[in-house]
């Protein structure tokens, strides 16, 4: 599952939102917003890295990020830094962020890849060319160009300190780079993937999107092809995607992960019971060994097969006759909620054990996504998978 980053841009000039949320009570509620819409992480910047945008002094974007990671991170919400300064980086991982997103690759800053490797944090390293994003756009073959680029960049960091499995490379779309190559560079993202590192593909509501809608189109019309374009970045292999509006993202990407469950399933079966099939059904529980996790909480997943022999219900139109799919959710759901336990191969059976109250059912298989555990490196999923029947 591709993960997604939602953008928090607590600047009063970024190019896309700039002053919304400026204020931390507005920022930190649309941040939550964010995560019930969707968002895996939430990725706060305090400076606009947008063409010609005024720098900002580190004490400043401090003063603006520092009172929304506290409070997001000490809420549950796993958030993401968006900083090209150290001194920024470390004050953001010391309140509680796990991600430093880089736009410039640690080229802004040159103490940022030994801060990072002493913080343990997980490192976004972006293809950058330098501040005036106006330079630097001649390219042979830009996917080639891109990918070498980042690989000197990964072989520095990693020099400085930062452990491998902790960098998520982005291929910078927008910096240094003008449209023509921003679309070569989504054709060809797959040999960004073949370096073997997960990769963040940051391309919400750019200019090169707007480039395809009317002139005086209003920023948010660019979300439908931001969206599309996570669909293609998810095809190829992205581990996240970088979104403004997250609710689009978030069902598109529904709709390519269920077409991807289809894809796995085998096909029936001559004497194989019928089934009724429960995709992404959501719950909020305390489930986990940590004590972090039995105390703020966390968003649960789960995929629910039920084989039943549906013929006599068809044929009569009885409901009795089958599995009431609306009550076995909120059953379902009741059960996680219910009182926590450590492990959620746990949580599956409960499930199960459910599943299988119901008169009709024969056989179940449950999934279990923990979309939010506490794994150190980059991820896109986290399952367990359990089968059960009538003895």
Known sequence: MTRILGVLNVTPDSFSDGGRFEDAGAAIAHARRLRVQGADVVDVGGESTRPGATPVAVEAELARILPVVQALSSGGIAVSIDTMHADTARAAVEAGATIVNDVSGGLADERMASVVADLGATYVLTHWR???????????????????????????????????????????????????????????????????????????????????????????????????????????????????????????????????????????????????????????????????????????VIDLDVDVDLAAAARGDELARTVHYGELAEAVVAAVERDPVDLIETVAERIAAVALGFAAAQRVRVTVHKPGAPITVPFGDVAVTIERGRA
């Open 130 to 300: 330098g501040h005036d994003l106006g330079l630097g756009t001649t390219y042979g073959d830009v996917v080639a160009d891109v990918r070498d680029e980042l690989s000197a960049r990964v072989d520095a960091v990693v020099a400085a300190g930062i452990d491998p499995a902790r960098i998520v490379l982005d291929p910078g779309l927008g910096f240094s780079k003008d449209a023509d190559d921003n679309w070569r560079l989504v054709a060809g993202l797959d040999r960004i993937v073949d370096l073997g590192l997960p990769v963040l593909v940051g391309a919400s509501r750019k200019r090169f999107l707007g480039a395809l809608l009317p002139a005086d189109a209003p920023m948010d019309a660019r979300d439908h092809g931001t969206a599309a374009l996570s669909v293609l970045a998810a095809q190829a292999g992205a581990w996240g995607v970088r979104v403004h509006d997250v609710v689009s993202t978030r069902r598109v990407l529904d709709v390519l992960d269920a077409v991807g469950a289809a894809a796995r399933r085998p096909a029936p079966v001559a004497g194989v019971a019928d089934r009724i099939e429960l995709r992404g059904l959501e719950a909020f529980a305390h489930h986990g060994v940590f004590d972090h996790e039995r105390r703020d909480g966390q968003r649960f």
